[in-house]
T-cell receptor, first 113, second 117 residues
């Protein structure tokens, strides 16, 4: 069965600092991996996705993530945090042909002015 | 705007009651998914429909049911409501155009917030 683990339910960084949100996955077949962002009172929005092409994936709003098979990780990074990045971030996994998307428990990102 | 429309946005009801949540997927999307988001359970997959047929089932209670209509909109019916059913219910639709080709890229609506008193 597929699953993801997000380390740290809350992360705080200063404005301008590096953002690093951690995600580890478990999958019996090569996975598809995603990061979604949820702003307050809104639905989830896709940030980026890995679907077995390039291991370094660039997304919207300056975010990127690197798929590391040896570490079963898909950590999300952004070089310089902006106040508008404050939101909840969800890592998710699916397997081709298995339409169910399994989400992690989420990481709430707070940006300190 | 994701293109997925959910109604109502907010709903307050009493225990034991029944409610219906409605979802219109993005134009052309054949798959509809329902997720429940609560503080203690996080985001839980409930059920998926593909072109009118049930495709996958997750942690959906027997008191809950769903269907997808010929025009592809979907409804989630919640009955005999309990306090613990209070949550945000999301509908999402998929870009997949062929059965079995979903990759998990979903477009989410803004959710229906259900409060059971």
């Amino acid at each position: 069965a597929q699953s993801v683990t997000q380390l740290g339910s809350h992360v705080s960084v200063s404005e301008g600092a590096l953002v690093l949100l951690r995600c580890n996955y478990s999958s019996s077949v090569p996975p598809y991996l995603f990061w979604y962002v949820q702003y307050p009172n809104q639905g989830l929005q896709l940030l980026l996705k890995y679907t077995s092409a390039a291991t370094l994936v660039k997304g919207i709003n300056g975010f990127e993530a690197e798929f590391k098979k040896s570490e079963t990780s898909f950590h999300l990074t952004k070089p310089s945090a902006h106040m508008s990045d404050a939101a909840e971030y969800f890592c998710a996994v699916s397997e081709f042909g298995n339409e169910k998307l399994t989400f992690g428990t989420g990481t709430r990102l707070t940006i300190i002015p | 705007d994701s293109g997925v429309t959910q109604t109502p946005k907010h709903l307050i009801t009493a225990t034991g009651q029944r409610v219906t949540l409605r979802c219109s997927p993005r134009s052309g999307d054949l798959s509809v998914y329902w997720y429940q988001q609560s503080l203690d359970q996080g985001l839980q997959f409930l059920i998926q429909y593909y072109n009118g047929e049930e495709r996958a089932k997750g942690n959906i209670l027997e008191r809950f049911s769903a269907q997808q209509f010929p025009d592809l909109h979907s409804e989630l019916n919640l009955s005999s409501l309990e306090l613990g059913d209070s949550a945000l219910y999301f509908c999402a639709s998929s870009v997949a155009r062929r059965r079995g080709s979903d990759t998990g890229e979903l477009f989410f609506g803004e959710g229906s917030r259900l409060t059971v008193l």
